[in-house]
């Protein structure tokens, strides 16, 4: 039923070309040569996630973040840390992981959306997918499937008026089968409001 994959591809370090306030979540600035051997890792641990040599990726960014963190490096190790602790069916270090990408770059959007599908789907925390799912939408308020993702979330938790708003924004942004899960929450909370009236009668 959800519309973004759990994790996007693996992401490039763009440090280069930020500003230096970047460097500013250290309580030391890396030498130089650090931030480059960190670079180095995190191009070889995305050819290795390309590969799908999830393994190797996973070493090559867990050096990489040790040597320099930076949200890509998190945002990577994240992806390679979940696809290894999905056959062991957990995902707590790829939630450390996606947090410390967040941490350091907090509009990391695909980085939220991540987490609120693994509180969703994995760890059955709907009000911490919420938590997650609202941010990336304010991010990207056009973003039909985060939409789409939070109302799907909401629907399961009841919340029918707040799901039908989403949903309606997602088939706005393009995503299809949301009008017809507008519809059904329409129909469910109408549904409800005639009960309620109903019960109220004396």
């Not at 996973?58 to 602790?85: C, I, M, R, W």
């Not at 009841?158 to 949903?167: K, Q, T």
């Not at 009008?179 to 004396?202: D, V």
Request: include cysteine.
């Amino acid at each position: 039923m959800f519309k973004r994959a759990l994790f996007q591809a693996g992401r490039h370090n763009i440090a280069a070309s930020r500003s230096a306030h970047a460097l500013r979540f250290f309580a030391t600035t890396p030498d130089a040569s650090a931030i480059a051997k960190a670079r180095d890792l995190l191009a070889q641990g995305t050819l290795h996630l390309e590969q799908q040599d999830f393994e190797g990726a996973n070493a090559a960014f867990e050096k990489s973040v040790q040597l320099h963190p930076t949200s890509d490096g998190f945002y990577n190790l994240a992806n390679t840390l979940f696809s290894l602790e999905m056959t062991a069916g957990k995902s707590s270090d790829a939630v450390r992981a996606w947090t410390r990408c967040i941490d350091i770059e907090p509009h990391q959007i695909d980085a939220h959306v991540n987490l609120a599908n693994v509180y969703a789907l994995s760890l059955r925390d709907p009000v911490k997918a919420i938590e997650h799912y609202k941010i990336a939408a304010s991010i990207n308020p056009a973003d039909g499937e985060v939409q789409y993702n939070y109302a799907v979330v909401l629907d399961s938790m009841g919340r029918l008026e707040e799901a039908i708003e989403l949903y309606d924004s997602a088939s706005k942004n393009g995503i299809e089968e949301a009008e017809k899960h507008s519809r059904n929450a329409k129909a469910r909370l109408l549904g409800k409001r005639i009960a309620e009236q109903n019960a109220a009668k004396p």
